[in-house]
Each structure stands twice: as structure tokens, then as C-alpha cells.
């Protein structure tokens, strides 16, 4: 199975807060089979030591280092946020990156998200896209290693 797949792509959500954004990304790895229900809890408590905003509309959070028993198996997870979510203030994610990680399968996809990131252009095409298909080619999911 792929890193992402498209049934862990939400386009067009709402989001009131950066925590219900968190529990989006983490629900859609527990409905993937990709990690425990307590996985997500794991998501929010990281990010309440260190924030996972990387910066123009990104946010990548992911559970703590305890948490590695409860995921199943590496994958990630793809919020689209196109109103954005309050993550730090001033500034706003769009797009909420979830990542389930025991080893590093996810680095690929990782780098492929930091070269977005970089690049206002691809960002702008994955916070605004309405076909998750873009998401899949931008983040280089065939290039993923399968699990």
C-alpha cells in the first residue's frame, strides 16, 4: 500500500480551529487502518510542545516518539483547508499534512512537501486543486515506497 492514497485526501474542508484540522488529518489515518484511534490524541499532544506549521500554509503534524506503537503502518494524510485554520497566530494553514511514521518511508514525500513549500506556485496548486489527483502527482506518491 501506498504512503497516500486517495481515500486519505480531504479537499474542501472547514476547520475552526487547528486542533478539529488535527483530528481531520488523524481520522483519516485511523479510517486508512494506517494507526490506533489513540494516535490522534498522540497528534494534538505533540503539537502542544512543538508546532508543526513549516511555514506559506503548511502544517505537517504527527504523533510523539510513544506513539510508534500505535501506528500500523507508515502513511500520510491530506487536509485541504481553503479557508484556512488559524495554526499560529498570523498565520494560517491550508494545507494539514498528517504523518504516521515508524521509519522513514515518508522522507520521500517529505521532500517532495518541502520542494512545494519552497515553491508558491505548486503550494497555491495543492491549497486550491479540487481534483485530489493533483495532490497524489505534486507530492510524488508513485514514488513513494509501497508498505
Known sequence: MSILTLDRILLRATATSKE???RLAGQLLVAGGCVAPAYVEGMLAR?????????????????QF?????????????VQ???GVEWEPGEKAY??????????????????LADAVEDETLTRQLIETEDPQVILQILGAERAVDV
Open 47 to 63: 503539537e502542544e510542545t512543538m508546532s508543526t506549521y513549516l511555514g506559506n500554509g503548511v502544517a505537517i503534524p504527527h504523533g
Open 66 to 78: 510513544d506513539n510508534r506503537q500505535q501506528i500500523y503502518q507508515t502513511a500520510i494524510s491530506v
Open 20 to 22: 478539529q484540522a488535527i
Open 81 to 83: 483547508v481553503p479557508q
Open 95 to 112: 494545507l494539514v499534512v498528517g504523518i504516521a511514521a515508524s521509519s522513514d518511508e515518508h522522507v520521500s514525500v517529505l521532500a517532495n
